[in-house]
């Protein structure tokens, strides 16, 4: 083991080239895991006798350990060494998808998808907490690299349970654990203790401040999210309500994942020449927009794959500016992260509640409110976090 891989400096590089390589390949599977669950479902309940909600109950003990392995690594990190946090996640995941794969019953299955996200959780938070502050003003760049990864995987998931077929889910579980054990033959290439991260946005806030500052943080990701999960769930729903066939709008929604990783590939060298404060701008106005054009028929289709176009680049953008603008706040990576989580998992229900107030109809202008509070989130904080510093 090279000593600057445990020491080192703050210019030492976090990642050897082969373990960046790596980690693309671990939000590949953590992608994959996740968009796993919902094509499943048929066969689940047909192999455990349940009713759909209980079936769903799969991806939300996933998403609870989830938020469990953010928070546990959190308080591991800069303590046992990133790369026992990152080996012993990808164990955690691969342990869970076999254990879901060889469940005698659905209490044990509900273990190991809790099992399984407690994983996810820890290379989700992990992983992120390293490139948001490893690769110094390229940062940026290399997290939306990084989670476009996390859309090629969940554009994959689904087409491999489709491929293989629902009641052969199993097998697929387990050659996802299996995929898990080469990545860990390149953790040694992640340095293992990384420097904490040195503010540019002028003096670090004071306690009051900063704690505004965090809260304004989470409203924007658990905001966004729910923005990004209620498109995904809704825009079938929506689609068919003003007319367009079943498949048309299953092929629509499935153009607006695609998009999102297409724009977090596309915004990488953008974030090289721009502050992430103006990527966020834009990309929430734009969205919100976006949003608004869905509500006319005609073009919902083309406005929701604008969405997916311009929400890609919030969760990995505002990470590193997170890190600039509270560099004191240790666990401010984890917050945002473990309750983007929970806008995830409350979205569906909490939309779908107000819809039965209202109507299906009104599915875009609901999405394009919550994204206008996204827009003003940014410009608070935009103003709260000013700096003279380039991107």
Not at 200 to 207: E, H, L, S, T
Not at 251 to 274: D, K
Not at 322 to 348: F, Y
Request: overall charge positive; glycine content about 12%.
């Amino acid at each position: 083991m090279a000593a600057d891989a445990v020491t080192g400096t703050a210019d030492t590089p976090a990642f050897s080239p082969s373990a960046v390589a790596a980690s693309c390949v671990g939000f590949v599977l953590i992608g994959a895991l996740q968009a796993f669950y919902g094509p499943a479902i048929p066969a689940l309940r047909k192999e455990f006798g349940l009713a759909p909600s209980t079936a769903g109950l799969a991806l939300s003990a996933h998403f609870v350990g989830g938020v469990a392995g953010v928070l546990l690594f959190d308080r591991l990190y800069g303590r046992i060494g990133n790369r026992r946090i990152l080996g012993t996640s990808y164990l955690l995941m691969a342990a869970g998808a076999a254990g879901f794969a060889l469940a005698p019953n659905w209490p044990l299955a509900l273990t190991a998808s809790l099992l399984a996200g407690l994983g996810f959780g820890g290379i989700d938070y992990g992983l992120n907490q390293l490139f948001s502050t490893g690769f110094g003003r390229r940062s940026t760049a290399m997290l939306n690299i990084l989670n476009a990864h996390f859309g090629i995987g969940a554009i994959l998931g689904p087409a491999l349970i489709g491929v293989f077929g629902a009641g052969h889910y199993p097998l697929v579980f387990l050659a996802f654990a299996l995929a898990n054990l080469p990545v860990l033959l390149c953790l040694r290439g992640v340095r293992d203790h990384t420097p904490r991260p040195t503010g540019d946005n002028g003096p670090a806030p004071a306690n009051r401040a900063l704690r505004t500052v965090l809260a304004v943080f989470v409203a924007l990701y658990v905001l966004h999210v729910g923005i990004e999960a209620g498109v995904g769930g809704w825009e079938p729903t929506h689609l068919e309500t003003v007319g367009f066939s079943a498949g048309t709008a299953a092929t629509a929604t499935s153009v607006y994942w695609l998009m999102m990783t297409v724009g977090r590939f596309l915004v990488a060298p953008l974030a090289l020449r721009h502050s992430a404060q103006t990527i966020i701008t834009v990309s929430c106005a734009g969205m919100t927009a976006s949003l608004l054009l869905a509500a006319v028929p005609d073009l919902a289709p083309y406005a929701y794959a604008a969405v997916g176009l311009f929400i890609a680049p919030v969760f990995p953008t505002g990470l590193p500016w997170l890190h600039r603008a509270a560099p004191t706040a240790r666990r401010a990576g984890a917050l945002v992260i473990s309750a983007s989580m929970v806008g995830g998992v409350a979205a569906g229900p909490t939309l779908g509640k107000v819809i039965e107030w209202s109507d299906v109809g009104a599915v875009p202008l609901l999405l394009a409110v919550t994204s206008a509070a996204c827009l003003a989130a940014t410009g608070w904080l935009t103003r709260a976090t000013r700096t003279t510093a380039g991107p």
